[in-house]
């Protein structure tokens, strides 16, 4: 099988959060349910620095920078889908960033405890790069892509081997 990622927050000291200006579904905006014609205007709550990676101050989005936009296009990367916004008092580009890839359902172990590594059946994968297991939010990527943002130092983002993150099975 394919190594794949977990695709997380770095949460960096001095980072900028951003508050939308806009009504929006959380979940539905990630996953690319629903789009903007115009800019989605946001401000910054808090923080002083930018970083490639901006999250939104609700718990699933995140916006993208300008280089990382273009060299996610060039690169021909797939299952993701970027829209202008606009943070307000600020000149940088960002775009945010919505998951279209997805895959099957994690496969749950029977007993309730702590489980390493997350697990899906291969065939019901996409072929994405970028993508969420079926009634979850969290972003999983290839090698392919975790190799592109690391050689390009791209900041505020964790990637981890999906099979050695730790998580509780109810």
Known sequence: MDKFYSFQWAQKKGEILVESLNDYN??????????????????????KRLYDIVYFQDPFNFAISERVHRLLNDAGVTGWNGYEIVIEGRNEKYYGFQVLGKCGELNRPKGSGFVTGYEFESETWDGSDFFCPQGTLLIFC????????????????????IDTIQWYSA
Do not use: A, W, Y
Not at 142 to 161: G, H, M
């Open 26 to 47: 959380g979940q539905d905006l990630m996953l690319g349910k629903h789009s903007f014609k115009e800019p989605f205007l946001v401000k910054v709550s808090e923080g």
């Open 142 to 161: 290839t090698e392919r892509v975790t190799q592109l943002l690391t050689t390009n130092q791209i900041t505020n983002i964790e990637l981890k081997e």
